[in-house]
């Protein structure tokens, strides 16, 4: 049955596509930017058809749901790292090209800033060298793939090819020589390898990603950017008593790692970040009775002990509590509402503690001076 069948047919604004193959990828990097909803009024909500009003709901849902990525001072600091370390790698193709290693903790936003630093890079070099190559193939400056638990060598060239759209038959080589190809042709100039850690497990293979990811470095005239949970930890950058020609000596010279912290509030310029930031939030909620201050002032100590500071937990919590205002008839955020809301595992097993240390006087996510303001000296 096609949409002009019936009426009541409505596919919304879900975007369902994955960025480790190249159409989806694509429409990442280049599909339009959502439009925020309009916030209406109670009485305008009142006066919507039963229809129009799902319809009206449904478009506020997704877009709570796709907000961001926030130009946090985090997540610019990061790209500035890796605009120095990538835009630099002007190596030939004799050169092997220093990789970035972004590693950090779980729910800190880490895959979604690369990615949209690798999408900002992707049109960057399209404006400056033209969708197509001089031989005519589709220039794709940047790819991106992502690992899974079990992932072998033959995996990772797999994945690679997977993302061209190129047969995934044959051993390790023949997949890596056929990856090469499609880099050399399209003119990628970055390879994003997500959740790298799931290479990194006990000593010996650790050597051995070190061997593989050497190979690929050398293989391929671009930059690897890694990203990955504890792989610092799991001591694949670290030479240890390693011989400075082993593989993984190699690997720790040839690999800057760069991390992307939680939001903190020791001091105020954490205090002030954190602010910034839910007042950028808060202009984003399309709610009818969403007020100035509603995240940023009311429920600021309250978002920050639930979300740990971690970014991605709270997306989630937000996003959850403006579907259950929305669907109650709420229309606002408040403690009350939010309290009803569940959030990671990891955010609630934190979230006692550091209620208690917010409650007794000793954190707090409010200045305690206007920023920009310095204190006198005596």
Known sequence: ????????????????????????????????????PERLTRAELAG???????????????????????????????????????????????????????????????STAVRAYGCDLFRRQVRLRGATTLAGDRRVPVIYIAL??????????????RFYG????????????????????MKTVAMIID?????????????????????????FPLTLIYVGVGVQERGILHEGFEPKN??????????????????????????????????TIEHKLVLADAHPGMLAEDLSDYLFARSTGHFASLMALINRGCLRAIRTGAERLDEELMNMVKNDAAAEQARKELQAAITAGLLTTRPTRQAGRKKRSA
């Open 246 to 279: 082993s593989p993984l000596a190699q690997f720790g010279r040839r690999t800057t790692a760069l991390t992307l912290p939680p939001f903190q509030v020791d001091d105020d310029e954490g205090r002030h970040q954190w602010r910034l930031l839910l007042k």
């Open 1 to 36: 049955m096609s949409t002009a069948d019936s009426p009541w047919l409505f596919e919304g604004d879900d975007r369902q596509y994955s960025p480790t193959r190249l159409p989806g990828w694509l429409q990442e990097v280049n599909g339009p930017d959502r439009i925020q």
């Open 166 to 185: 190129l047969p995934v038959k044959g051993d390790a080589d023949t997949l890596a020589e056929r990856a090469v190809d499609a880099v050399l042709s």
């Open 148 to 161: 899974s638990g079990n992932t072998q060598i033959r995996g990772l060239n797999a994945a690679i090819c």
């Open 48 to 110: 919507l058809s039963p229809r129009d009003l799902l319809m009206y709901n449904d478009g506020r849902e997704v877009w709570h749901a796709n907000i961001g990525p926030i130009d946090t001072p985090q997540l610019l600091a990061l790209h500035a790292d890796l605009r120095e370390i990538i835009e630099s790698n002007r190596q030939d193709g004799d050169k092997t090209k220093p990789a970035a290693l972004v590693d950090a903790h779980p729910g800190l936003g880490k």
């Open 195 to 219: 959740d790298i850690h799931f290479l990194a497990g006990s000593k010996s293979n650790s050597v051995r990603m070190a061997n593989q990811l050497k190979y690929l470095s050398n293989v």
